[in-house]
């Protein structure tokens, strides 16, 4: 039996057919680990966020004398108002300016990079108490947001609550597209020490156990695409489609390599 340079096509066509079609395996969420799936071992671990420059604290302070209030919670000092989530109320506020501090009515400076939001509160709760005891202090960052791209999505998203996983935020920005990789999952993320990238598969269980299951304020969400979208084959008909328009590409190729070349046989 002779092999023709007809086979040799044909079966290059199915050996790159083959690699390119979208399985499941590749589009899967909460595989368990194994082959081509990573395994993660318990390294979940959340840290409170630290406050930074740049951040815009909502703070209210509640106490039993109505002129407190009014004091702390109107529109003096340098807080500046925002539209509350649900529209009805006014925030006010606070900016941690370059320095780290925040300007307070009748206190001034006080210094809140590096602390956790409960530490931040305690913090101006002790600044607050030698002026005015029996008071207590609601406090929140306001400018939590993330960002996605590539893989066809691209989004600015507000973070609803202190933390969200990754399947929450994936699902905020429409989930991964079809062609998206969802084996290599990058997050650009900053921290104290400059910008730092995390690269994980998303695909496996694992990841609810892992570093990577949670994102913080900042976070830049990076997903790469899939090699396969050149060919596009996501289901029988298209496989099908596919295979007779690469069959009917190679059988071309070959009877123009005949016309060219009548003289030579055709195997090798």
Do not use: W
């Amino acid at each position: 039996m002779f092999v023709t340079k007809t086979h040799y096509i044909h079966i290059f066509s199915l050996i790159v057919l083959v690699s390119s079609c979208i399985t499941s395996e590749k589009v899967n969420y909460m595989q368990p680990p194994g082959f081509n799936i990573p395994s993660y071992k318990d390294s979940l671990s959340f840290e409170d966020y630290r406050l930074r420059s740049g951040d815009r604290l909502f703070v209210k302070v509640y106490s039993t004398d109505e002129k407190t209030n009014a004091l702390f919670n109107g529109s003096t000092g340098n807080s500046q108002m925002m539209m509350g989530t649900g529209g009805a109320s006014d925030l006010y506020t606070y900016l941690v300016n370059e320095e780290g501090a925040i300007t307070f009515p009748m206190i001034g400076d006080i210094f809140m990079a590096g602390k956790s939001v409960r530490e931040a509160t305690t913090t101006l709760e002790k600044a607050i108490e030698p002026l005015f005891r029996f008071s207590t202090v609601e406090m929140r960052v306001v400018n939590r947001n993330f960002s996605v791209i590539g893989g066809g999505k691209s989004g600015y998203y507000t973070m609803p609550r202190e933390k969200i996983n990754v399947f929450q935020a994936l699902a905020m920005a429409g989930d991964v597209g079809l062609f998206g990789d969802r084996s290599k999952i990058r997050v650009l993320r900053e921290t104290e020490k400059g910008t730092v990238i995390k690269s994980f598969d998303v695909r496996s269980a694992d990841i609810v156990q892992s570093e990577f299951f949670y994102i913080e304020p900042n976070d830049v969400i990076y997903i790469q695409t899939l090699n396969e979208q050149f060919f596009s084959v996501t289901n029988l008909p298209s496989l099908f489609s596919t295979v007779i328009s690469t069959f009917s590409f190679g059988v071309l190729m070959y009877d123009t390599y005949k016309r060219i070349n009548p003289g030579k046989p055709a195997a090798e």
